[in-house]
């Protein structure tokens, strides 16, 4: 296993935590952390502070971290290190993701009507645009339109505290509304428990329900 973090500045936390609701939201999401993994300095230490926090195992997270809220997706991509120690994530068809590679997905999500109209050549038009340019980019936008994300946040939420309705301390498992739900905590999460519990190579975390 290995653990890396980048520091967070103030104009990163706001996109990060910014509400995610569907999966273009968690694709453009994922294109922009990509996008701030090759510009970060890497830290094969622990830093204090607002961070996010790459766990690279058989199946990889990245962890976002702040005083009150921690959430984690998936991050679907092979990660290979240069011997300068530099980042370089590949997709399940070994395209390198690239600041250029991620701009065109991002490009094509902008589009209002992708995932909403009903004519299919409203979706593939943009796409087959790009895959003329670049013949990977199908490969990889299907990856990111199939890949379970895996998303979970801790959220201490005292404004919208009500008893065992919203516990302020809680688990939110999902994020669009169809299929999330909740997990109370009696006590606060720490990102260190957080991590430990998704990470498959230590012991399970235990859950007690209440019926």
Same mark, same amino acid.
């Given at each position: 296993?290995?653990?890396?973090?980048?520091?967070?500045?103030?104009?990163?936390?706001?996109?990060?935590?910014?509400?995610?609701?569907?999966?273009?939201?968690?694709?453009?999401?994922?294109?922009?952390?990509?996008?701030?993994?090759?510009? #970060?300095?890497?830290?094969?230490?622990?830093?204090?502070?607002?961070?996010?926090?790459?766990?690279?195992?058989?199946?990889?997270?990245?962890?976002?971290?702040?005083?009150?809220?921690?959430?984690?997706?998936?991050?679907?991509?092979?990660?290979?290190?240069?011997?300068?120690?530099?980042?370089?994530?590949?997709?399940?068809?070994?395209?390198?993701?690239?600041?250029?590679?991620?701009?065109?997905?991002?490009?094509?999500?902008?589009?209002?009507?992708?995932?909403?109209?009903?004519?299919?050549?409203?979706?593939?038009?943009?796409?087959?645009?790009?895959?003329?340019?670049?013949?990977?980019?199908?490969?990889?936008?299907?990856?990111?339109?199939?890949?379970?994300?895996?998303?979970?946040?801790?959220?201490?939420?005292?404004?919208?505290?009500?008893?065992?309705?919203?516990?302020?301390?809680?688990?939110?498992?999902?994020?669009?509304? #169809?299929?999330?739900?909740?997990?109370?905590?009696?006590?606060?999460?720490?990102?260190? #428990?957080?991590?430990?519990?998704?990470?498959?190579?230590?012991?399970?975390?235990?859950?007690?329900?209440?019926?």
């Amino acid at each position: 296993m290995k653990r890396i973090e980048f520091e967070l500045e103030d104009v990163d936390m706001e996109w990060i935590f910014s509400p995610i609701r569907n999966k273009p939201d968690i694709i453009r999401f994922l294109m922009r952390v990509i996008k701030l993994i090759l510009i #970060s300095k890497l830290s094969f230490e622990e830093i204090e502070g607002d961070k996010a926090v790459l766990v690279v195992t058989k199946m990889s997270r990245i962890f976002f971290i702040s005083p009150k809220k921690h959430f984690s997706i998936c991050l679907p991509f092979k990660v290979k290190f240069s011997e300068s120690n530099e980042i370089k994530l590949y997709s399940k068809c070994d395209t390198e993701m690239t600041s250029m590679l991620t701009s065109q997905v991002l490009s094509v999500l902008e589009s209002d009507t992708l995932m909403t109209s009903g004519n299919m050549w409203d979706f593939t038009a943009p796409i087959i645009e790009i895959y003329e340019a670049i013949p990977d980019f199908w490969s990889v936008f299907r990856e990111l339109l199939i890949f379970e994300d895996g998303y979970i946040r801790y959220d201490h939420d005292a404004e919208n505290e009500d008893k065992d309705l919203h516990p302020l301390h809680h688990l939110d498992v999902c994020y669009s509304s #169809s299929p999330a739900f909740k997990l109370g905590l009696k006590k606060p999460l720490t990102a260190a #428990s957080l991590i430990d519990a998704l990470e498959p190579s230590t012991n399970c975390s235990y859950v007690t329900l209440n019926f």
